[in-house]
């Protein structure tokens, strides 16, 4: 299983959000996005490895076979939109000393776009949980079943962390710098 991040955020709105953001940034793309894709990575690999006879077994397995392709995909686009087209501009802003109204005008529609997101994100982790009883193997689950649910659980702990550096620290410090 990839190791959990465990790095402290800086706090939000400091008086040093200019010089906050790059290392904010720097964080969360090489904890939480490098941890994400490892995660998702080993969880599709694992739903794809389920049994025939035990996608039978239970019905809600296919299902979650689905779900965690759609996680996979939704968050691999999420993560490459941030990645390419909003947190470059973020980084360029914090390095510019005159940042003003248009600019935070700039910003606001993909922040909100991407806070969209995270919460469609979290709509599919709740469907996760309620397919697989909140991750919890079945007495008869093989080891690559069981291994899916670590993988699930492990990447939905470090979720919460991650969209909260960016909801509640990130996005404020960075519509607060004009
Ligand atoms: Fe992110
Ligand atoms: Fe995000």
Redesign the pocket.
């Known amino acids: 299983m990839p190791q959990k991040p465990s790095e402290t955020a800086p706090a939000a709105r400091s008086p040093s959000a200019a010089s906050s953001i790059p290392a904010l940034l720097d964080l969360i793309l090489d904890t939480h996005h490098v941890f994400a894709r490892d995660a998702l990575l080993r969880a599709r690999e694992c739903a794809e490895g389920i049994s025939p006879a035990d996608l039978q077994r239970d019905e809600r397995l296919p299902k979650l076979q689905e779900a965690v392709a759609a996680l996979d995909d939704e968050m691999l686009t999420?993560m490459h939109r941030?990645e390419v087209m909003l947190f470059p501009v973020l980084r360029q802003m914090a390095a510019s000393a005159e940042v003003d109204g248009v600019d935070m005008e700039i910003i606001r529609p993909p922040i909100e776009c991407?806070e969209r997101e995270?919460g469609f994100i979290d709509e599919l982790l709740d469907y996760i949980r309620q397919l697989s009883d909140d991750f919890r193997p079945p007495a008869w689950a093989a080891p690559v079943h069981r291994e899916l649910l670590e993988e699930l659980a492990a990447f939905a702990a470090d979720t919460v962390e991650h969209?909260r550096k960016?909801n509640e620290i990130l996005f404020p410090m960075a519509l607060g710098l004009a």
Do not use: A, R, T
Request: proline fraction near 0%; avoid cysteine.
């Open positions: 999420h941030e991407m995270h969209v960016e």
